[in-house]
Structure formats: structure tokens, C-alpha cells
């Protein structure tokens, strides 16, 4: 570990890394981390990351521990990206300053607090918030991409938290067996989605003429539509990657019989999302309808599939679908791999949204995806891909002037409509720039 990065770490101990003393103890001064042997064209924006994210760091009405949010115009913390921000920003080279003299909240904390905000305001029943925002906690959808239980443990390794590690288990347990009970209605084993907002694909069509949100804002609730609800392939593998970390965590509380039946429902699940709902004739995963129909609208749900590693590569089965999604979707330059990677549905889909609106999954390439893709393109073995995907989103961020949520995956002109200031575009920038300085 770097040295600066053991500092910090340390001195987060000092402070106490536990939710309740972190609020109590002073914590060491902040040192933002130092512009990496990068492109020095790059510096100005890297500075303005970090003055944004700064700004976006903040309490909520109904969450008093400063948490990162968003941004732009979204005030709150989602599951579906928060607990992965918290996270990244964390994991930024800080060290310390022992000039300053009123210190931020640390980095780690921050990070801490974006995942304990939903496992403070879960509901007695186990339902996690999709979010909470500055005017209202949000139950009407479930909203997941990344595991908030992957994340906690990520996090977890990175402080040996051990009042976090019980937390999370516990509410992510939880999490997972309200989502056995209400979002697996046709008992399939796998997860359904009811409303847009669930997969937090906002505008795309895939969810063409699908409520956003669930009746009276109730997530257990679905539409009365004959479409819905749907087998969803990103939600099922969210849920996998959740089970996933939930066997790690049960291992590390010495839990080894609970630990062997969460390995055992991840492994079921995996089956029953290749063999259900991926299409050999495509190469790519869709939604499957309650008339037990395809939903053939090519987005980043397949990402989102590879994000949770579903495909093991030492089976050939699994390594043969890889291969065949890597090369007929994801590094296909008529559908995936566009000069600024990844558009939210494939360019040679016919159901691209064009000319491209303001917050839209239906063509535009986002920021949360591209932050979340080394979590998947290294594991795969995909790092000149992912270098070439980091430095073409580096360049459209510095070409831009700002942080914005989308851009055009053809020219890498981001969406203007929104002010700048949206916490994902920062990350991504910070992440990529420190990566390829590594490289």
C-alpha cells in the first residue's frame, strides 16, 4: 500500500472509524489528493473535481452524517450509485494536512456514511430506501445496479470496520429477503422489475409505456400492465453480486454454514439468469415479459450482467457467451464500442433515442456507467479496452469545462441542459486520470 494511502488510513483509525465515534472525534486534517504524473493538460480539471465533489458533501433532513451526493440537479444519494461513489472517493490517493485547521469530514467517513444512510432508514420489513433525498426518502422503486452489499464489503476490507461489517450484513440479509418476497411474485427465482425507476434507466426504451414508479410509491406494488412484471437480467445480477459479498462477510463474521447457503442461492441464481434470460441468436441479455417474450431493446444491462462477473470464463459454456457479447455487442463498433464507450442502447438498435434528450438511457453514453466499468472490463482482461474507454472519457471531460451527467457516444458532446456539478462525471474523471497516470 502506498504510504500516503497508509496514513490515511491509519489516522482514520485514530479518529475512530466507527459511525458513532467519527462524529465525535476530530478527525486528522484533509490533504486532497496530488495531481498524478498524468497529462498536465489534465490538471485545471482534476483540480475542479475535487473543488466539486467538496461542494457536493453535505447532511440531509433525514440523514445527519455528511454524505456525498449527486449533484447537479439531483440532491440525494441513490442505492443504485452512492454507495459506489462513497466508495471511489475513498479509495482517491488522500493523505494529510497538518496545516489545516478546520479538516473536512474524512473521505472514508463519507463513504461510510453513503452506505449507512440506507441502512439506517431501512423499514422494519427490510426494504432498503432507493433513496434519500433533501425532500423526501424514496421506497417507490427499487433502483439497483451495483450491490450496496458489494460495496459495504469493499469497504469493509478497506477499515476493517467491524461495526460496519455487522451492520451491513444484517440489513443486506434483510434487503435480500424482502426482495425474495416481493420482486420474485411469479416464483421464478429470479428478480422482477415493475416500474422504469427500478433499473434507473430513466427515459429508455426498454420501458417503453411502463410507469416509472410503482402504484401509490410503493415498491411492492406492481402495475397492472399484462407485460409486468418483467425477469429483469441486471436486477437478478445485482442481487447475485449481493449474495456474493454476503458469503464473504458471513466467512469473516464466522459464519461458515450461513456463508456455504448464500454461495448456493448466488450459484442458482447465475444458472437461471444464462439459461433464462440471455438470447444465443442476439448475444445479449433482455428483460423477459410476463407472456414470457423478450424484451429485444440491446442496453447497458448487459454491462450490468458482466459488472456482477456472472460469466465465469473457466467454464466454456460461460466463456462462450462472453466471447460472443464481447465481440458481437461490446466491442462491436456498431453497437457498443462507440468512439466514446458506452452508449446506453446500442447504436445499431433501432430503438436509439436520437436526437439525444437531457437524462436519457435510451442512447447517450453516462458517467455511472463508465464509472463502474473497471469493476468489470479488469477482471475480464479487458485493460487496453479500458484504457482506451478511460482516456476517451477523460478528454470529453476536459474538452467540456464541466461535469455533466451524458454525452453523445459519436462526437462526445455532453447534454448541456444541466448544469454542471454531478458528482459521477468528477469521479469518473479523478478515477481515470489516477489509473492512467498508474498504467
Known sequence: MQRRKFLYIAGVSAAGMTCSRASILQPPALQRPAFPAANPRWKPMWD???????????????????????????????????????????????????????????????????????????????QLPSSVKRSEVGFGQIQMVVPIAATAWELVQLTHNEQLLATAYTACSRWDAWLRRYRDTRKTGLVEGFCTYDTGQDNSPRWAGIPNRCPDSDARKCPPLPSLPRL???????????????????????????????????????SLILTKLYSPEDAAFFDLDAQNNFVKVRGTAITRVLGEHVLKLEIPSDRKIFDAVWHRQIHNPKAFWSPFPFPSVALNDPAFVRPIPRNSWGGAAQALTALRAPRWMEHYGKRAELHHLMRQWVEALAASHGFRQQMDPVSGEFTMADPSGYSPAALVYLDFVRRLAAS
Not at 437480467?233 to 442481487?239: C, G
Open 232 to 270: 429483469c437480467p441486471d436486477l437478478s445480477a445485482t442481487v447475485y453480486g449481493g449474495r456474493i459479498a454476503l458469503a464473504s462477510m458471513a466467512r469473516a463474521l464466522g459464519k461458515p454454514a450461513e456463508a456455504a447457503l448464500w454461495d448456493e442461492d448466488a450459484e442458482t441464481l447465475r
Open 48 to 126: 475542479a473535481a475535487l473543488t466539486l465533489l467538496a461542494g457536493n458533501i453535505t447532511t440531509l433532513p433525514h440523514y445527519d452524517r455528511p454524505v456525498l451526493i449527486e449533484g447537479s440537479v439531483y440532491s440525494g444519494v441513490w442505492q443504485e450509485c452512492g454507495p459506489l461513489e462513497g466508495l471511489v472517493y475513498a479509495s482517491l490517493d488522500w493523505g494529510f494536512d497538518p496545516d489545516a485547521t478546520t479538516p473536512p469530514p474524512l473521505p472514508i467517513q463519507v463513504a461510510t456514511a453513503n452506505h449507512m444512510a440506507f441502512f439506517a432508514l431501512q423499514r422494519p420489513d427490510g
